[in-house]
């Protein structure tokens, strides 16, 4: 079901509010708490003696504060609800998108930005129709409605959508289709006059007109495990996403860039993907940085995250269980940093070279071939082979579990849950209007705050 849409699709003037942001970017970091943040900073300069963009010059230049993620029926909340607190300022229930927990549609920052006559760009590496971007333009009771958003984003005509989920936009009878009917919605966008993009090369000759991405069925990639030539990254997308945005165009934009795979990291237990899809989306924040520093009058950038995944950090451990003195604690250290560097693919491809019934045999060859210096302790094999979960914090399967398990072991880095936590997440903000956003707030109050700002009002 589809509620009345909040926002009239014409715009009603061609230029932002006065004192408003001509150019705005929303950087999701999806399921990234401070501790993910804080790894992979501290993994950028011990292993590779480089900066975080996020850190060394949004936060530094401009300002932070500490956001509440909680829903209005939980302590610890789904992407949805998260995302129209965000994107509406109103507080949801898990599972609604763009609408609020009274039922009444939210009016989004980005909807406001459209009326506006603002160019609006949602760029993911999760599927299109995903929570957090759906919740920037949606407004559906269920998340799972995935027609209906797609069917919305037809209606709105955002000028760059990328991502994954091509499964949505395939005829039923096409190989891969998930829809539940005939219709060809690539050939409904590009009836409306959308160039339509399917792979890297593709993507990097795009010069101009309204963009629609679709580079996988369902979620993009892994850092890990992308084809780094035909499957654009987060930075790929982003890059691609400033030009068509920017290009010949008086009125600014509004861009949604989110990373969904550093939060589907944090439910695998993925310490490695966490660190290097952060950094590659660390990246993409540093392309707006330039940006700014081109337009610093004109440009807003935030950087932020929904919800923490994973209960997340290092720690100290046991060596083994015969004491638990001093002497037989280990804590985390550059070296671990080290070790989590020597791993070459994601625990997702990991569980699926695997498979359904693992023989102690592929275990062991996993492990060599892949996770070098790693040592696997038996109770975690053997939980593999029996396909046994080893906690009832598990929510993905128990291969990855225990896998996930080994490299804590192995690693330090520790976590409590492959669900979300209630922790809060920091906002990094730079440019006009970026003060507003210091502070300890509530994620819905974040969302009045930039609604306020796109309409060019003073802050209540
Ligand atoms: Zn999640």
Redesign the pocket.
Known sequence: MVLSAAASLAPAQIRPAAGAPKYVFFFLA??AGPAHLEITRQYSRQIHNEGFTIVDKIMKEGSVGVMTTDAADSLST??AAAATALAGGCKANIGALGVCADGTPALSAMELARRRGMRLGLVTNAVVYDASPAAFVCHVANRRDYAAIVNRYLELEPYVLMGGGKDQFLPKSQSGSRRTDETDMVAAFEKKGYRYSSNKPDLERAAGGKTLGLFSLRDMSFELDRDKHNEPSVYDMTRAAIKLLHDRNPGGFFAFIESENI??A??LSDIASVIQDYREFDRAVGLAYEFYRKYPRDTLIIVTSD?E?GGLGFTLALRDLTSTKGDNQVAGTGADLKKIQSIGISLRKASQILGRNPTPEAVDKLMKDHFPGFTLAPEYKEAIVKRQPISRTLFTDSTTQALGMMVANNTQAYWQTS??TNQPVLVAALGVGADRFRGYYDNADFGKKLKALIEGKTQR
């Open positions: 999806d399921g789904d992407s939060d589907s944090g439910h919800h995944t669900a979300h």
